[in-house]
């Protein structure tokens, strides 16, 4: 008999460490990815450094640290589970992934990148991912720009976007001033037209090369990405067609 699991979500602050320290329990965790594996369960995992957590809200958590599922993929027999690390790191280190013009290859939005390059059930989400802050936007199509010049993978071809899945996070309340105005009361409401509005925009800033005077996407290209983004890598993802 087939499972009766559309998917799972894992929420690792909460005191879940994905690879655990205590290798005595390592047998009972292998049995349960194994059996995703089986049955190609899509899992998500929330893999931002600031979380809720069971030590203090809104700290970060060593838990979240993809490090922790790279060693998972790592096992023998485990290199297609199906997961989703959602927030693809968190803002925070997207706006630290670039250092003089450089990826930051410590930062832990790259860590995931190798982990969505290196295996083929693997996908990253942008909820969370505050596209009107003018730094994310940059340096998120710096990034989009650097994997359409081939400079994230080995064999010089774009991959990145077709391993990212649109989210917002939007209705997430925490409070109503974070809701309304981004928790500072000096940005536009963030409800889900607008954060939808900002990702468009970043989209508008990818180059065509990170090198010379790089041209825009043209809008076909550029509709073309966030289709993929959207609607077709969410598809994947969730095995609808299967």
């Known amino acids: 008999m087939p499972p009766k699991a559309l998917g799972i979500k894992l929420y690792p602050a909460l005191g879940f460490q994905p690879y655990p320290a205590n290798q005595q329990d390592w047998p009972n965790y292998l049995g349960f990815y194994q059996w995703c594996v089986e049955h190609d369960i899509p899992m998500t995992s929330h893999c931002q450094s600031v979380s809720f957590n069971t ?8 838990n979240s640290k993809p490090e922790h599922w790279a060693k998972v993929l ?38 995931i990148i190798e982990m969505l390059r290196d295996y083929p059930n693997t996908y990253a989400d942008l909820a969370a991912i505050d596209f009107a802050d003018d730094d994310i936007s940059t340096n998120f199509a710096k990034l ?3 994997d359409e010049a081939g400079k994230l993978n080995r064999d010089l071809k774009p991959f990145l976007c077709n391993k990212l ?32 509005h900002y990702f468009r925009t970043s989209l508008g800033r990818v180059r065509s090369s990170v090198e010379g005077n790089p041209d825009e996407l043209s809008q ?7 289709q993929q983004i959207i ?4 598809e994947r993802f969730l095995r609808s067609g299967a």
């Open 55 to 62: 030590n203090t809200p809104g700290a970060d958590h060593p």
């Open 165 to 196: 899945i649109w989210g917002s996070d939007v209705p997430m309340v925490i409070n109503s001033k974070q809701y309304l105005n981004g928790g500072d009361g000096t940005r536009p409401v963030m409800g889900y037209a607008n954060c939808l």
């Open 74 to 111: 790592q096992t023998e027999g485990l290199g297609d589970l199906r997961i989703n690390f959602a927030h693809f790191g968190g803002g925070g280190n997207l706006k630290s992934l670039f250092k003089d013009g450089y990826i930051h290859t410590d930062n832990a939005t790259y860590k």
């Open 231 to 234: 609607s077709r890598n969410p």
């Open 220 to 226: 076909a290209k550029q509709f073309e990405i966030m």
């Open 144 to 146: 989009l720009s650097f």
